[in-house]
């Protein structure tokens, strides 16, 4: 799923959710409304669905973060309960993504006691659209799980006394049912989540209501010229960001390899030099020159 090329977006028919380009020109686009609820509602519990939504700005002032700093959603909206939902996009593994995303959704419902609602305040719910796996402590239970939730609950009893803010992740890369084993719609949109990049044939059930619907607001083809063009824009911003990362990153293992080939060499020369063996052979043996030899008899 971490493979991007500008060679295979040409051969895309649909986009890739988890792309910068594919996530906003599907969350972006005001004219997906109807597609966006039927996604958030196939990963909120039963009890919260969101019948209506209103776009919110992605970038909200931080109250706790200082006078210039912003912090970015990648899609914000609230329901006509007033409920805030988030959706958040990670396909690259990061060590403290679990607490960028409590942080965000704490400010998320603490911006709204600053907006003078007092403590009765809606709830904020964030879903991660997850491209990574989650390193959950017991491997075994999540062996074939793939939506977790997090809240706020009594330890023993799991009491709800209210509710306040929900983490709710989708772990695509653990999701593996196939065509045919995908029976609920969430099943079914999940797979779509995952696959629809690769995708060259519909799914058997592709073209029946929901599913339908997503994928022709994940087709490609069926963007207006603008929106086109703002997709492909993103898109090859990803691939030269991406292509930037990969150099640094080679780079990164260049040097560090010829650091531990140095730290290997000087060790080497050490133990010649104390065994008495001459400076040329030592030289020789270890590609170093004869004063970085004679410096390690200091």
């Avoid at 912090?71 to 679990?98: K, L, T």
């Avoid at 079914?188 to 592709?206: D, M, V």
């Avoid at 780079?251 to 050490?270: D, K, M, V």
Wanted: charged residues 35%.
């Amino acid at each position: 799923m971490d493979k991007i090329t500008a060679e295979g977006m040409e051969q895309q028919e649909y986009v890739d959710i988890l792309t910068n380009g594919g996530f906003k020109a599907f969350f972006g686009d005001e004219n997906n409304k109807e597609e966006v609820m039927v996604l958030i509602n196939a990963l909120l519990p039963e009890h919260r669905k969101v019948v209506e939504i209103d776009y919110r700005p992605t970038e909200l002032q931080g109250p706790v973060i200082g006078h210039s700093k912003e912090f970015q959603y990648d899609f914000v909206c609230r329901d006509n309960s007033g409920a805030v939902f988030i959706v958040e996009m990670q396909r690259y593994r990061e060590d403290v993504w679990f607490k960028r995303c409590v942080s965000y959704a704490s400010r998320a419902y603490d911006r709204q006691n600053k907006a003078g609602l007092g403590y009765d305040v809606p709830p904020v719910y964030l879903i991660g659209l997850m491209g990574v796996d989650i390193d959950h402590p017991d491997k075994e239970y999540w062996k074939d799980r793939y939506i977790s939730e997090y809240t706020f609950r009594e330890k023993e009893c799991h009491d709800l006394l209210g509710e306040t803010i929900c983490i709710i992740f989708a772990e695509l890369t653990r999701f593996c049912k196939s065509e045919d084993e995908c029976e609920t719609e969430q099943d079914r949109l999940l797979y779509l989540l995952k696959n629809s990049p690769q995708l060259r044939a519909l799914p058997k059930w592709g073209n029946e209501g929901q599913c339908k619907r997503i994928l022709d607001a994940f087709r490609i083809r069926n963007f207006d010229e603008r929106k086109r063009n703002k997709y492909t824009n993103d898109m090859y911003d990803e691939y030269k960001l991406l292509g930037q990362l990969k150099a640094a990153r080679k780079e990164g293992e260049a040097i560090s390899e010829a650091r531990t080939l140095a730290r290997r060499n000087a060790e080497i020369a050490t133990a010649m030099l104390a065994d008495g063996v001459d400076i040329a052979i030592i030289c020789k043996y270890t590609n170093l020159t004869p004063e970085e030899v004679e410096k390690l008899r200091q």
